[in-house]
């Protein structure tokens, strides 16, 4: 950039009282010339320590204006802090656990009144065992087959069984036992014991009949078969609900 004459550029010119005003405008030519040979010949500014970028610009520029940024968001920071206006970490919310519904405990089965009155106080019957509560099926009504099926898969408990009883049965040998059916009639049954394939069940047979006619039993019944003793002799009762 080309830089104009000032008074102190003339500060050493001696001036000819004959000179003309082609003479001034040589001299102020002449004075320029020198002033753009001198600077021309000054050392060069120190180089500063940065480097350009492929746009030209220097990084410096670059550099300073982030450091700018930074401490700018430093000093907001610190405002915010004196201020007690910053903003807590944003907690996620806690998930709430669904509360579990209450779930009633399901009452004990029980034998109906007037059957614990027959076998506890007149038959003298002790040990009252659940061993199955099922629907009727139709092969447990079916005449052909004479038959009440107790599967093993179904049976609330085997301890109604003593050891000698298992065993006659695991012989493939059958027992007779008292059966008290829903109409509260005594009646002689036989207990058997089937294995068919991989399932086994017990069944009481013979006499079965006779039981569902009476009674009435049809498909879709629930009942209940109970196990009691009477003077260590294996019983049966059979509630309709």
Known sequence: MMELLSLDDFKDTKIDPNWG???????????????????????????????????????RSKFNNSVGLKRKRNLKAVEKEDDGDQEAPKLKPKRIKKQEKSV???????????????IV???????????????????DINPTASRFSIPFSQVKTHDFLNEAEAKELDDKNSMQVWLLD???????????????????????????????????????????????????????ALVKL
């Open 182 to 236: 829903p109409s509260m009639r005594e009646t002689s049954i036989t207990l058997n014991k089937w294995v068919m394939g991989s399932s086994s069940l017990y069944v009481l047979t013979n006499t079965w009949n006779p039981v569902v006619k009476n009674n009435q039993l049809k498909k879709g019944d629930m009942v209940q078969l109970w196990s009691f003793r009477v003077n260590s002799l294996l019983c049966f």
């Open 121 to 139: 106080e007149e038959m003298g019957g002790r040990g009252l065992v659940l061993v199955i509560q099922k629907t009727i099926f139709f092969s």
């Open 21 to 59: 005003p082609f003479d001034y405008l040589l001299h102020v030519l002449h004075v320029d010339q020198q002033k753009l040979q001198k600077s021309q010949n000054a050392p060069p500014p120190p180089p500063t320590l940065c480097k350009q970028d492929h746009t030209g610009f220097k990084l």
């Open 104 to 118: 009633c405990p399901i009452p004990p089965p029980d034998l109906p009144p007037l059957f614990r009155q027959l």
